[in-house]
Nanobody, 122 residues
Framework: QEQLVESGGGFVQAGGSLRLSCAAS????????MGWFRQAPGKEREFVAA????????RYADSVKGRFTISRDNAKNTVYLQMNSLKPDDTAVYYC???????????????WGQGTQVTVSS
C-alpha cells in the first residue's frame, strides 16, 4: 500500500508559478512511477504529467507542455510538479498518483492522494 500526501497548492495570479509536492510512504518509493492529475469543477479528472521510477522518462499532457515540469527525489520519497506561466484554465484540484509502471500511471494508477487546490486568477 502506498500513501500519498500532496502539498503546495494555493492561490496565484495568472503568469505566476507554484510548486506542488507529494510525499510518499509505504512500499519503496523507487518501485513506483508517479504522476499528477487534476480535476476542475464540473470536469472529469485528467492526466497532467508522469515520471518513471528512475526519473529518466517523463510524459506530459499537451496543455501543460513547456510550462510544467515533473521531477522526483527518491532519497526524499517525494515527487514535484513545478508549474510556471499559470493560466486560469489550470485552476483545479491536483492529485498525486502512483503505480508500478509509467503506462499504467498515465491511464489508471492504483494509488491516489487526497488532492490540493490550485486557483489561478486572471
Amino acid at each position: 500500500q502506498e500513501q500519498l500526501v500532496e502539498s503546495g497548492g494555493g492561490f496565484v495570479q495568472a503568469g505566476g508559478s507554484l510548486r506542488l509536492s507529494c510525499a510518499a510512504s509505504g512500499r519503496p518509493f523507487n518501485s513506483y512511477a508517479m504522476g499528477w492529475f487534476r480535476q476542475a469543477p464540473g470536469k472529469e479528472r485528467e492526466f497532467v504529467a508522469a515520471v518513471s521510477w528512475s526519473g529518466d522518462y517523463t510524459r506530459y499532457a499537451d496543455s501543460v507542455k513547456g510550462r510544467f515540469t515533473i521531477s522526483r527525489d527518491n532519497a526524499k520519497n517525494t515527487v514535484y510538479l513545478q508549474m510556471n506561466s499559470l493560466k486560469p484554465d489550470d485552476t483545479a484540484v491536483y492529485y498525486c498518483a502512483a503505480d508500478l509502471n509509467l503506462a499504467t500511471t498515465i491511464r489508471s494508477p492504483d494509488y491516489w492522494g487526497q488532492g490540493t487546490q490550485v486557483t489561478v486568477s486572471s
